[in-house]
């Protein structure tokens, strides 16, 4: 085992139950993974005081880094709502979902990934996607099919519709980042801000930056002015409001704009 | 799942009615004990069919010779085939087919899905087939000791296995994530009544109990959706009941029976717990059932024992 006798006594069942129960829900967003964290330390271990979360999870990484897997932490694209995965860092292809998905099924994926990478808004439509169908590999695949197939997708959290049209969840974001960096170098795009993959954004018209939307709002959060960080020109596009943990924290009535993005969410 | 005692009035239910029981459509746990074998020697439930438990090294240039012993006829898990002059590979390499084992069983326990010995074989393990022994050994290692989660060979036969949680069971309280987890109340509801007629519970019993509670079959239901095809399909896929026609009855009926994951990760004991929380009553009010309790939670106990002294006379790693 390559994990030595020391690193494994950071592991106990207040861990070992986080992590059960963090791998049934897929992902979660942090304040039901904090709540999730009290939960583990209320069964297991009510005497010793939680420890804070940042901690708590590099901890159980540095357990899990030998193991390729890793809780991940990242940011949803539309409103900067910070979630977590337990995610395969090994594997980097598609071939993550594959005890999951025929092979045909698979191509697909990877067909409609190809058009949302490339995509200016970070969606492909459901039609465009189809119109792939004869395309694929394996058993050959109707369209009709291929509706089902995509919606197993949404509901296995690797792509989340809007409007007819598809782009990747935030949880597919999270585990396939490397593998999206490494097959679509060339069309693959980031964000100027945070620097790591963008699938949603805004961009400046000008010089063509490009920004995630909760960038961008964190960006420009006190300026009257926005212009771009690059060429400086005028920012074309409305600053969006996106998550603030402390503005929810503060704030006793629930908000009506957070409630409608909440159950937007999968 | 509030608990709405004074409603359930299901006679077989709320008391009990029937006699001393009848062989209980489950088969008792302690042929099971072997099978459902302690910690981390799953990987030796497959031997049930092998004359001896051999010492396995997890490095395995001696283990290769071994394992080229034929196997009992249809009972190992992992056959042999002959291949000789095939070198076994780097423990590296077996390492690395460990932990991708440990990810897939993860995820298709997270769908839910059906962990198939077959399917661990032809999509992670491949043409290290041979050295399965040591690779499921090192992942059950892993999932027990990181995960807490015992990897177990609940059916020889068809080869299933399944995640089972190794801390104490905490589903039966109320969840963390604010009741997400509704299903298991209504499971142990649906498990409860079986236990109590001591056979198989009438589809017609079921939604009798079930409709005090405000589910209907054919109706959807806020939290847990479409009922009837969670009860006849989903648990029954994750194999906590058993969904089989009454045989020679006409019109068709159906009958629920405990599934074979039921009996693994839920014992009789919190079936009782269950029933004395929802009914505010003494478990031994129920008391042929009771009985039947505390015998599994002995013989449990006892299989625990036997096998850790068992455990502890094998070569660990």
């Given at each position: 085992?390559?994990?030595?006798?020391?690193?494994?006594?950071?592991m106990?069942?207040?861990?070992r139950?986080?992590l059960?129960?963090l791998m049934t829900?897929?992902?979660?967003?942090?304040?039901?993974?904090k709540?999730l964290q009290?939960h583990?330390?209320?069964?297991?271990d009510?005497?010793a005081?939680v420890?804070k979360?940042?901690?708590?999870?590099?901890n159980i990484?540095s357990v899990?880094e030998?193991?390729?897997?890793?809780v991940?932490?990242?940011?949803?694209e539309?409103d900067?709502?910070?979630?977590?995965?337990?995610?395969?860092?090994a594997?980097t292809s598609?071939?993550?979902?594959?005890s999951?998905f025929?092979?045909?099924?698979?191509?697909?994926?990877r067909k409609?990934?190809?058009?949302?990478?490339?995509s200016e808004s970070?969606?492909a439509?459901s039609?465009n996607i189809?119109n792939?169908?004869d395309?694929l590999?394996?058993?050959k695949?109707?369209?009709?099919?291929?509706?089902?197939?995509l919606?197993?997708?949404?509901q296995s959290k690797?792509?989340?519709?809007?409007?007819?049209?598809?782009?990747?969840?935030?949880?597919?974001i999270?585990?396939?980042?490397?593998?999206?960096?490494e097959?679509?170098?060339?069309?693959?795009?980031t964000c100027?801000?945070?620097?790591?993959l963008?699938?949603?954004?805004?961009?400046?018209?000008?010089c063509g930056?490009?920004?995630?939307?909760?960038?961008?709002a964190?960006?420009?959060?006190?300026s009257?002015?926005?212009?771009?960080?690059?060429?400086?020109?005028?920012w074309?596009?409305?600053?969006?409001?996106?998550?603030?943990p402390?503005?929810?924290?503060?704030s006793?009535?629930?908000?009506?704009n957070?409630?409608?993005?909440r159950?937007?969410?999968? | 799942?509030?608990e709405q005692n004074?409603?359930?009035g299901?006679p077989?239910?709320?008391?009990?009615?029937?006699?001393?029981s009848?062989?209980?459509p489950?088969e008792?746990p302690?042929p099971?004990a072997p099978l459902?074998?302690a910690?981390?020697h799953?990987v030796s439930?497959?031997?049930?069919?092998?004359?001896?438990?051999?010492p396995?090294?997890?490095s395995?240039e001696?283990?290769?010779?071994?394992?080229?012993?034929p196997?009992?006829?249809?009972?190992?898990v992992?056959?042999?085939q002959?291949?000789?002059?095939?070198?076994?590979?780097a423990?590296?390499?077996l390492?690395?087919?460990?932990?991708?084992?440990?990810?897939?069983?993860l995820?298709?326990d997270?769908?839910?899905m059906?962990?198939?010995?077959?399917?661990m074989v032809?999509?992670v393990i491949g043409s290290?087939k041979?050295w399965c022994r040591?690779?499921?050994?090192r992942?059950s290692?892993?999932?027990?000791?990181?995960f807490?989660?015992?990897l177990?060979l609940?059916?020889?036969?068809t080869?299933?296995?399944s995640?089972?949680?190794?801390?104490?069971q905490e589903e039966l309280?109320r969840?963390?994530?604010n009741?997400r987890?509704p299903?298991?109340?209504?499971l142990?509801?649906?498990?409860s009544?079986i236990?109590?007629?001591?056979?198989?519970?009438?589809e017609?019993a079921?939604?009798?109990?079930l409709r005090?509670?405000g589910?209907?079959?054919?109706?959807k239901?806020p939290t847990?959706g479409e009922v009837?095809r969670?009860?006849?399909?989903g648990?029954v896929?994750?194999?906590y009941?058993?969904?089989q026609r009454?045989?020679?009855?006409?019109?068709?009926?159906?009958?629920?029976?405990w599934?074979?994951?039921?009996?693994?990760?839920i014992?009789k004991?919190?079936?009782?717990?269950f029933?004395?929380?929802?009914?505010?009553?003494?478990?031994?009010a129920?008391?042929?059932r009771?009985?039947e309790?505390?015998?599994?939670?002995?013989?449990?106990?006892e299989?625990e024992?036997?096998?850790?002294?068992?455990?502890?006379?094998?070569s660990?790693?």
């Open positions: 085992m390559q994990c030595g006798p020391r690193r494994m006594s950071v106990t069942d207040v861990h139950r986080f059960q129960l829900h897929g992902v979660l967003e942090e304040q039901d993974v709540r009290k583990c330390y209320k069964v297991h009510c005497s005081p420890e979360l940042e901690d708590f999870i590099n990484n899990l030998s193991l390729y897997i890793e991940k932490k990242g940011v949803t539309d900067g709502r910070p979630i977590y995965a337990l995610v395969n860092l594997t598609v071939s993550k979902m594959a999951d025929a092979e045909n099924e698979l191509d697909l994926f409609a990934l190809e058009l949302i990478v490339d970070g969606f439509s039609t189809l792939l169908v395309q590999k394996g058993k695949m109707k369209k009709k099919e291929a509706e089902q197939v919606q197993k997708f949404v690797w792509l989340t519709e809007k409007d007819g049209e598809f782009t990747l969840h935030s949880r597919a999270l585990e396939m980042e490397q593998h999206i960096y097959t679509y170098r060339d069309s693959v795009k100027s801000i945070c620097h790591s963008l699938i949603q954004g805004q961009s400046c018209e000008t930056i490009r920004m995630h939307l909760p960038c961008v964190k960006y420009f959060r006190s009257s002015e926005p212009r771009c960080p690059h060429c400086s020109d005028y074309p596009h409305e600053i969006p409001e996106v998550f603030n402390d503005k929810e924290r503060e006793s009535t629930s908000k009506p957070k409630t409608s993005s159950s937007r969410q999968h | 799942m509030s004074k409603a359930l299901d077989s239910f709320a008391a009990e009615t029937s006699p001393a009848p062989g209980v489950m008792a302690l099971a459902a074998d910690p981390s799953h439930t497959m031997d049930a069919g092998q004359p001896l438990q051999q396995q090294a997890l395995d001696g283990d290769a010779k071994a394992l080229q012993q196997a009992e006829e249809d009972q190992a992992c056959t042999v002959a291949q000789p002059g095939l070198a076994p590979p423990p590296a390499q390492v690395q087919k460990a932990h991708e084992l440990m990810w897939y069983v995820v298709k997270q769908k839910k059906v962990i198939w010995f077959p399917d032809r999509d290290y041979k040591s690779i499921l050994r992942t290692l892993i999932l027990t000791r990181v807490g989660l015992h177990r609940i059916n020889l036969h080869m299933e296995f995640l089972v949680k190794a801390l104490q309280d969840v963390a994530l009741n987890m299903m298991t109340g209504l142990m509801m649906i498990l009544l236990y109590v007629k001591g056979r198989g519970a009438r017609s079921v939604w009798n109990v005090i509670l589910l209907q079959p054919w109706k239901h847990f009837r969670l009860i006849t399909e648990f896929q994750q194999k009941l058993k969904y009454v045989p020679h009855v006409e019109p068709p009926e159906y009958e629920f029976f599934g074979s994951r039921a009996r693994h990760e014992t004991m919190q079936i009782m717990e029933l004395a929380r929802v009914f505010k009553k003494d478990p031994q129920w008391p042929s009771y009985r309790a505390l015998e599994e939670a002995t013989a449990l106990r299989a024992l036997t096998a850790h002294s068992a455990r502890s006379s094998i660990e790693d």
